[in-house]
C-alpha cells in the first residue's frame, strides 16, 4: 500500500495474556520505529529498526515486550503477559534511512490496546 | 535532560480568530525541531522542519518560527478543519531519536 498499516487497529485483551501487533512500512523504507503514545502524552519511543537489525532496544519498558523484523518489511510488536498499564496506542513510523536530515516520519494509524 | 513543553494544553478560537502554539525545549545541541499534525483516530503528519534560530517555515495558514528556546506555530484565519493535535519534536545532535511533547489540542468553531 502507499502508506504505513497497521493492524489491528483495535485490541482488547485480558490482564496476562499475550498480544502481537504488525506494522507494514512503505515499501523500500530500511528505518522503522515503534512509538507508545498514552492518553495526554508525548510519544514515547520503543525500538528502531535499520533494516532488520534492532540498534536500538532502549525504550523497551521491560523483558515483557519484544519486537522483531523480517525482509526489511514487516515488523512485529509481542507484548507478553500483559499489564493494565500497557493500555495505549502503538505506533509505527518508517523511513527512507535513519533519522537525519528532514525528521519526516511517515506514521501508521496505529494499534489501540486495551488490557481489562 | 532532553525536553519538550508545549503550551497551551489546549485551544479553543473562533473560526478566522489567529492565534499561536508554543514549544518551548532544551537540549544539548539542537539538530532540528519538527511539528506534526495529529487527527482523532490517526498517527501524526509531518508538517515542518526548523533547523536554525530564526528560521521560517509556511504552510498555507500555518507558520512556524524558531528561536533557541522555543518554536511557535502561528495560525492565521483559521478553519474547522485546521482542528487537531499539534505536536512539536526535538532532535539532539547526539541522538538520533525524536523527543516529542504532549502536544496542543486545537479546536476551531465554526
Known amino acids: 500500500g502507499a502508506g504505513v498499516s497497521q493492524s489491528p487497529s483495535n485490541k482488547v485483551t485480558e490482564k496476562g495474556k499475550d498480544v502481537e501487533l504488525r506494522c507494514d512500512p512503505i515499501s523500500g523504507h530500511t528505518a522503522l520505529y515503534w512509538y507508545r503514545q498514552r492518553l495526554g502524552q508525548g510519544l514515547e519511543f520503543l525500538i528502531y529498526f535499520q533494516g532488520n537489525s534492532a540498534p536500538d532496544k532502549s525504550g523497551l519498558p521491560s523483558d515483557r515486550f519484544s519486537a522483531e523484523r523480517t525482509g526489511e518489511s514487516v515488523s512485529t510488536l509481542t507484548i507478553q503477559r500483559t499489564q493494565q498499564e500497557d493500555s495505549a496506542v502503538y505506533l509505527c513510523?518508517?523511513?527512507?534511512?535513519?533519522?537525519?536530515?528532514?525528521?519526516?516520519?511517515?506514521f501508521g494509524e496505529g494499534s489501540r490496546l486495551t488490557v481489562l | 535532560e532532553d525536553q519538550v513543553t508545549q503550551s497551551p494544553e489546549a485551544l479553543r478560537l473562533q473560526e478566522g480568530e489567529s492565534s499561536s502554539l508554543n514549544c518551548s525545549y532544551t537540549v544539548s545541541g539542537l539538530r532540528g525541531l519538527f511539528w506534526y499534525r495529529q487527527d482523532p483516530g490517526k498517527g501524526p503528519e509531518f508538517l515542518f522542519t526548523l533547523y536554525s534560530a530564526g528560521e521560517e517555515k509556511e504552510k498555507e495558514r500555518l507558520k512556524a518560527t524558531l528561536t533557541k528556546k522555543e518554536s511557535f506555530l502561528h495560525i492565521t484565519a483559521p478553519k474547522p478543519e485546521d482542528s487537531a493535535t499539534y505536536l512539536c519534536?526535538?532532535?539532539?545532535?547526539?541522538?538520533?531519536?525524536?523527543?516529542w511533547g504532549a502536544g496542543t489540542k486545537l479546536i476551531i468553531k465554526p
Open positions: 513510523a518508517s523511513s527512507r534511512a535513519q533519522l537525519l536530515n528532514t525528521g519526516e516520519l511517515f
Open positions: 519534536a526535538v532532535q539532539a545532535d547526539s541522538n538520533y531519536q525524536l523527543i
